[in-house]
């Protein structure tokens, strides 16, 4: 062991000594072993002191609960730590690199936070008079001017609630329009290449359309010979939905000839935009011949997801989709900003309401905070930087790993199992990463690549942080190229071992139950 001139120690013991350290309580270091709540439970204890209730009897004419409520007693000290040391069992944005490729977890700037914790913006309700909110529809109407500049499209729908819910909306409005020209009964083709996230063919699905699978190339993009040969019959075709830049991390280079294309034959081009990160204020999906697009604000915008919020996915129209926009919507005119919220006079032809009410507020004030926080100029270097974190990923482990298609990537990085030893497979490389610190890449998707792992790294980390990531990463794939069998017992040092995720998925057990009186009665 390193020692300082002190005599303290200044490296961290090997993990296999660290293993074999059993304690009585089952905690480790200073990470506290903890049940569940239902566990900890002592009937009677309560965090709150209420007084007794006056006079005898009861007004509640018989219906009071002859059994108690199913809730856990616990005082206040022991709810909070509960729910600390889950959080510490927790990995975070807020604790290191989340390389969760096609999810862009990059930094929440608290700046954010503390704009949407605005009692102007916190504290008010949907079901208030319109004249007593106006900064907040101002504020939603604001977004939409960025969101409309930044994309170069002339509408957007607000109200989605995810990315896959914009999805929704934009397939909706293809419908809609489909209807309006009399041809929804016979255009039924959506055409959605293999590498797709799994919520497009979906929602093509969810919306009547029959899924039509297009092939990728050896380059990872679009095959145009067979998009061309699934185009020849034409008139049964609605459109595509298409990621750009793909979920194989590759900028779609044909795309003005698949618009053009699917233009041609009748059909719209919905694009999905999750990936817009990449190509904030670099690049105009409406200069690119795009009908719809989603935007995650919770991805490109750093409103927070996973554990920690909601999402929010307004969806980008064009001219011939803006028409059939869902309600409710912003305009404003000379009294001020308004919510359009029936399907008639100017939204006469909208297919109708998506979300009770006009979407997530709070996600809109964080993201417009993030907007005007970077400004146009940051905006794109949140692009550049982006891409070029991924790329720096990418060359320095591309003679480790085996990278899945030549030449540059744009935001994340794409490795197959190729290098692995027999035995070995990608899931064994994504545990061991937890052993060292890190969340897992995203495993076995896109499905197009044998093996694969989708490495994103976000605008939002150092070169420091790049490089340990990265030394981490290169010290499992060697082992894994080498065969080392350790890797298929990992993780080691987790609070949870390896898992039958089979039985987990396939049998979830979801509910606690009780353990049996007898049982109870005999401790
Ligand atoms: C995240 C993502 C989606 C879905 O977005 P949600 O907000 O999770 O519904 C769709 N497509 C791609 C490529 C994505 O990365």
């Known amino acids: 062991m390193t020692m300082n001139s002190s005599g303290r120690p200044t490296a961290p013991v090997a993990a296999s000594d660290i293993q074999s350290v059993e304690t009585v309580s089952g905690s480790k270091g200073l990470s ?110 604001e977004l939409a001017t960025w969101l409309k500049t930044l994309t170069g499209m002339p509408a957007v729908a607000m109200s989605p609630k995810a990315g896959a819910h914009g999805e929704l909306c934009g397939m909706l409005a293809i419908r809609a329009a489909l209807q309006a020209r009399g041809e929804s009964e016979t255009r039924k083709r959506v055409l959605v290449p293999a590498s797709a996230h799994g919520t497009n063919p979906a929602t093509a699905a969810q919306c009547g359309f029959i899924v039509d699978e297009i092939d990728a190339n050896a380059r990872g993009r679009v095959d145009m010979d ?38 041609a034959a009748g059909g719209y081009f919905y694009c999905d935009g999750a990936n817009f990160n990449a190509i904030v204020g670099r690049v105009r999906p409406g200069d690119l011949g795009v009908d719809a697009m989603h935007i995650n604000l919770h991805k490109t915008f750093s409103t927070p997801h996973g554990g920690g919020g ?61 907007m005007l926080s970077h400004g146009a100029d940051g905006l794109k270097q949140v692009a550049e930087d982006a891409v070029l974190n991924a790329n720096y990923i990418q060359a320095k482990l591309k003679t480790i790993m085996t990278p899945a298609f030549d030449g540059y990537c744009m935001h994340e990085a794409l490795f197959s199992d190729k290098f692995t030893a027999e035995g070995i497979e990608t899931i064994d490389i994504a545990k061991a990463l937890i052993d060292e610190g890190y969340h897992p890449m995203t495993m076995y998707f896109p499905l197009v690549v044998h093996g694969a792992m989708l490495i994103e790294p976000t605008e939002t980390e150092s070169k420091a942080e790049l490089d340990r990531f990265c030394d981490s990463l290169a010290s499992v794939a060697r082992k894994a190229a080498q065969g080392d069998e350790s890797l298929k017992g990992a993780p080691y040092l987790a609070p949870m071992k390896r898992l039958d995720e089979t039985q987990a998925a396939r049998k979830p057990v979801l ?13």
């Open 32 to 141: 506290q072993f903890e049940p569940l709540i239902f566990e900890t439970d002592r009937w009677g204890k309560t965090g709150v002191d209420l007084p007794k209730a006056k006079g005898k009897a009861s007004r509640l004419g018989g219906v009071e609960r002859s059994v108690r409520p199913e809730l856990p007693g616990l005082s206040e000290p022991e709810t909070i730590r509960h729910y600390m040391r889950l959080s510490q069992r927790n990995y975070a944005i807020d604790l290191g690199l989340f390389p969760l490729g096609s999810c862009t977890m990059k930094h929440n700037p608290r700046l954010n936070e503390k704009m949407a914790r605005l009692p102007g913006f916190a504290d008010i309700h949907p079901m208030q008079p319109q004249a007593s909110v106006q900064g907040a529809l101002e504020l939603i109407d």
């Open 226 to 263: 067979d998009l061309r040969a699934k185009l020849k019959k034409s008139d049964d075709v609605a459109g595509i939905m298409l990621t750009n830049p793909n979920t194989c991390g590759l900028f779609e280079t044909d795309i003005k000839e698949i618009a053009d294309l699917i233009h």
């Open 310 to 370: 909601p999402g929010s996915g307004p969806t980008v129209l064009s001219d011939a989709l803006a028409p059939f926009a869902p309600v409710p919507f912003v305009i404003k005119d000379g009294n001020g900003f308004h919510l359009i919220e029936e399907t008639e006079a100017e939204a006469k032809d909208s297919f109708g309401r998506m979300a009770s009410f006009h979407g997530q507020m709070g996600m809109f004030v964080r993201a417009l905070t993030y």
């Open 511 to 523: 509910k606690w139950t009780a353990p049996a009186p007898e049982q109870v009665a005999a401790e």
